[in-house]
């Protein structure tokens, strides 16, 4: 967290941005004094650049432990962090692949495992919509391994050397955190050979990991590295015929369906928000905070879609606070230590990062073919796509959430927490084709905070309360002082 700040960027060449640092107690100037009073003025009114907040690199990944196996069974979501340059070192655990489980004879297409059964021979049942994986556990003190929601008790089972059960894994329907394809960690019971675990044909699947660490983040040997990359600071705005993250005095621009925005952006050699910036944010908040609820911890802001956008810069990467519970405005301290009232909030050196307007997102969707409905495809920095499948709920506040090696904010719970409970947020889902997501929400609406997705909405769809957040992925070039930077072209 205490390497991202404020800045200003230029574009000298397509692809290539150069930044300067904006001063954290107020950015309205620039980091070139030892305090705000004796730095350079900046301008954020798009002539000096793009307001943005530089996110760097660092590592990340994330562990479910569903089960609680590692926590005396009571179900838990782990991340880590790391912001050294290097990636942490890989657990020494072994992984078995599909292809790996195929090539060994273990797969058993057309098949399911049903659990409350005494032998492996009585728990295999035919089924077209499923398959079984075979895999030698004796060796490991914990599994893990991809498997299905229980409906009508299709789970997995470890069984003794002589193929009799002696544990079931049945992930209940009844209230469920849980979506097919995603794993869960099993401590190894004694006397156990072989774990027998059904899949859903049309998944994604997740490797299996084998350890015998005690340590649970080992159970996840993947690194993510965030690659690092500039966020509006502010919603986008526009200038003439331009979108701009600046400060010009007016509201963020509204009204135009997502493939316009997103061609606005490409015609400044920029992007809209994506989705690994928005679920990126959305933990370093929970991190930070440790707690999910966005908008008791910084505020609402004002209930109306026209804040004027920049009028919180003053703050610089200040969070502002919710006084008292309040479902309207923010609040910050004063020089004085007065409490004083403002429209918008701040979090993460973002201003409105949710509320006054809806934002539409970049390189995510719901194809919602035959095949994958409810799958988020998310278009990597790399260019890769993976899908992440969501519940099928429709409106609900989040109870859970996808989380695992990416720790998605994708709901996967089909029952309903509260404004004030769980993830504190709703999310929209669609198995209509083609559809298109925005994030952040609008006005001061209780459903809208730091984990809001809509998924729900074609790309022809326009209104007046959902705007955009610019974005830049590429080259990034700290200017060596204010002065060449002020000197560069805009």
């Known amino acids: 967290l205490s390497k991202r700040y404020g800045c200003l960027g230029k574009q000298a060449t397509k692809g290539t941005m150069t930044i300067c640092k904006l001063n954290d107690k107020d950015f309205n100037y620039y980091a070139d004094g030892a305090t705000v009073g004796s730095s350079t003025p900046a301008k954020l009114d798009s002539t000096e650049g793009d307001a943005f907040i530089f996110e760097p690199e660092y590592w990340y990944k994330g562990v479910n432990d569903i089960l609680g196996a590692f926590s005396d069974g009571v179900s838990k979501k782990y991340s880590c962090y790391s912001s050294n340059d290097d990636m942490p070192d890989i657990p020494s655990v072994d992984i078995m692949t599909m292809e790996d489980i195929k090539n060994l004879n273990a797969y058993n297409k057309g098949y399911k495992i ?21 895999i030698d556990v004796s060796q490991y003190k914990y599994v893990r391994f991809p498997t299905v929601l229980g409906t009508s008790l299709v789970g997995s089972v470890v069984a003794d050397a002589n193929d009799n059960v002696i544990k079931d894994i049945l992930i209940g329907t009844l209230d469920s955190k849980f979506v097919n394809g995603m794993y869960v960690i099993l401590s190894v019971p004694e006397n156990a050979k072989t774990l027998y675990f059904s899949v859903h044909n049309n998944a994604e699947f997740d490797y299996v990991v084998l350890s015998n660490s005690s340590k649970v983040e080992d159970m996840e040997p993947d690194w993510v590295k965030h690659e690092k990359c500039l966020v509006g600071m502010f919603e986008a705005i526009n200038i003439g015929s331009k979108l701009y993250s600046a400060a010009y005095g007016v509201a963020g621009v509204n009204n135009l369906t997502q493939p316009d925005f997103s061609s606005y952006a490409v015609a400044r050699n920029l992007q809209l928000v994506d989705w690994e910036m928005h679920k990126d944010v959305a933990n370093l908040f929970f991190a930070k905070y440790g707690r999910r609820d966005s908008q008791d911890q910084c505020g609402y ?49 973002y201003e409105n990062w949710w509320g006054n307007l809806a934002e539409w997102m970049a390189k995510v969707g719901l194809p919602n073919t035959s095949e994958d ?20 709920a429709s409106g609900n506040y989040v109870k859970s959430v996808y989380h695992q090696k990416f720790m998605d904010v994708i709901n996967v719970s089909n029952s309903n927490g509260s404004n004030t409970t769980f993830y504190a947020d709703q999310q929209y889902i669609s198995n209509a084709a083609n ?19 809509h998924a729900s909405n074609d790309s022809s769809s326009a209104n007046t309360y959902i705007g955009c957040r610019l974005a830049f992925r590429g080259a990034i070039v700290i200017a060596i002082s204010v002065a060449a930077f002020k000197a560069l072209p805009n």
């Open 114 to 134: 049903l659990t409350g059964k005494s032998t492996v021979i009585e728990a295999t049942s035919q089924d077209s919509n499923y398959s079984i994986c075979k």
């Open 301 to 349: 802001g004002q209930n109306t879609n026209q804040r004027i956008v920049g009028s919180s810069a003053f703050l610089g990467m200040t969070d502002t606070i919710n006084q008292n519970h309040a479902t309207e405005y923010a609040w910050y301290y004063n020089e004085n230590g007065e409490l004083v009232r403002i429209p918008c909030t701040r979090s993460l050196g």
């Open 373 to 392: 409905q409810y799958k988020y495809a998310i278009t990597m920095p790399d260019g890769t796509v993976r899908k992440v499948l969501s519940s099928t």
């Open 435 to 453: 559809r298109v997501v925005y994030r952040s929400y609008n006005y001061a609406n209780a459903l809208g905070g730091v984990s809001f997705a």
